[in-house]
């Protein structure tokens, strides 16, 4: 528990996930998501559906990391 609270501390996370149409690994992350808030309520956590897979989920994510190294904002990123 200590360190999922040493981990949220003055850090955002953006899961990228899978198309929630071929998996269902959205979904579980979406849980895990309210699992986590419901302890951690200053948790700060975006769930992304790609509603892509394959080359088009890693250049989604390639483009993320980039806007990360540039210092752009989490709410860039998730809102790009």
């Known amino acids: 528990n200590s ?3 040493d981990t949220f501390q003055g850090h955002s996370i953006i899961y990228i996930g899978f198309s929630s149409g071929l998996s269902n ?6 849980l895990a998501k309210k699992a986590i808030l419901e302890r951690h309520k ?3 956590i ?5 509603k892509g897979a394959t080359s088009g ?6 483009s993320a990391c980039n806007m990360l190294k540039q210092g752009r904002s989490k709410e860039d990123i998730v809102h790009w």
Do not use: K
């Open 3 to 5: 360190i999922l609270t």
């Open 25 to 30: 690994t959205l979904n579980s992350a979406l």
């Open 42 to 44: 200053s948790a700060d």
């Open 46 to 50: 975006s769930v992304i559906d790609t």
């Open 57 to 62: 989920q890693g250049l989604l994510v390639h």
